[in-house]
């Protein structure tokens, strides 16, 4: 199975505060419905709780936490970076995505393959989550495609999509 991790970073790495985005942009969240659509995803317990209407339809959630008592229905719950691939592997998916939050970004970033990153052109000082540096865990990347847009009506910030994949 192929492990991705799908992403949208600040110019400088930010992912969110307080558990939340900050920026909203309609185009990455459609890209990430449509990418990640039939797949089972991977988060941690945080970046579950985010989700206003619990898991997300059409697509395997696999949560990972340390708290052994932790349960929601509807969601596969693991305690292991293993235990998640494993269940993951067993819907018999032919890829599973690592969804976030930090943590989980860098305990899975070493198992994935490829990353569908989202751009943000735009600088979010007071952010408390990053993305790890990959560049930093030893990753040589290959470009697969980029498309860069400007900021309109609906999309506040000027962003970009970018699929990574490691060499």
Known sequence: MKVSAIV?????????????????????????????????????????????????????????????????EGVEICHTVEEAL?????????????????????????????IYLTIVHASFPDADAFFPSIASLGWKVNVISREDFEADERNKYPYSFMVLDRI
């Not at 969240?29 to 339809?57: N, Q």
């Not at 059409?58 to 349960?71: A, E, P, S």
């Not at 690592?98 to 070493?110: A, N, P, R, S």
């Open 86 to 114: 494993s269940v993951a592997f067993d819907s018999g998916a032919s890829e599973c995505f690592v969804i976030g939050g930090e943590q989980v970004y860098k305990l899975m970033l070493d198992l994935v393959d490829t």
């Open 8 to 72: 949208a970073v600040d110019e400088h790495g930010a992912i969110g505060k307080d558990g939340q985005l900050m920026w909203h942009i309609p185009a990455d969240m459609k890209r990430f419905k449509s990418v990640t659509m039939g797949h089972p995803i991977i988060m941690g317990r945080k970046t579950f709780e985010s989700f206003p209407k619990g898991p997300l339809p059409g697509r395997l959630n696999i949560v990972l936490t340390r708290d052994d008592k932790y349960n929601v």
